[in-house]
């Protein structure tokens, strides 16, 4: 596997990855891949303030290069064990349908290409999470799961709807 491009405030921007290009990343004893065209950047995990009444795979907001970004942790709905937040752990910033969030993970293990190679994956996670994997990429060291970053974008339908008070 190659290393990350540099990071930047512009999706897929690198000249060098091409369109099937995916970031790994480790979530539980999962791994991932995270098409490059909707990352928009890795970094370390900033301050994250929780946010009452929202379900646990939301961590809260961060300040994010003066943005304020919802920060989702995916990974119990992947099928990790609950677990805090690790030395290598990194937040990933996604793009897709107009809309930015983070997400946690456990460490980013490089890039890899996908090309035509994504199968179907019978998967065995329940509820939402396995809405959340688009298929699989098989690899000598075992298949990546590819995520689905639409289907992490409408998450947010989930969420409980603002009170207006009176």
Do not use: Y
């Not at 996604?94 to 035509?116: H, R, S, Y």
């Not at 809405?131 to 289907?151: I, K, M, S």
Request: glycine share 10%; charged share 20%.
């Amino acid at each position: 596997m190659q290393d990350l491009p540099p990071e930047s405030d512009e999706p897929g921007s690198s000249s060098a990855a091409a369109a099937d290009d995916a970031v790994v990343a480790r979530m539980g004893a999962g791994r991932f891949a995270i098409p490059l065209t909707q990352v928009a950047e890795v970094g370390k995990i900033p301050a994250i303030t929780r946010v009452p009444g929202v379900p646990a795979w939301v961590a809260g907001v961060a300040n994010w290069r003066g943005r304020i970004l919802p920060v989702l942790d995916l990974r119990t709905l992947l099928g990790a064990d609950p677990a805090p937040i690790g030395p290598t752990a990194r937040l990933v910033v996604l793009t897709a349908d107009g809309n930015t969030v983070a997400a946690v993970v456990d460490g980013v293990e490089g890039m890899t290409a996908i090309g035509a190679e994504v199968a179907a994956v019978p998967t065995a996670l329940p509820g939402v999470g396995g809405r959340l994997v688009r298929g699989q990429v098989p690899r000598d060291e075992g298949p990546l799961a590819l995520l689905d970053v639409p289907a992490v974008m409408r998450l947010r339908e989930s969420l409980p709807r603002a009170r207006h008070s009176a």
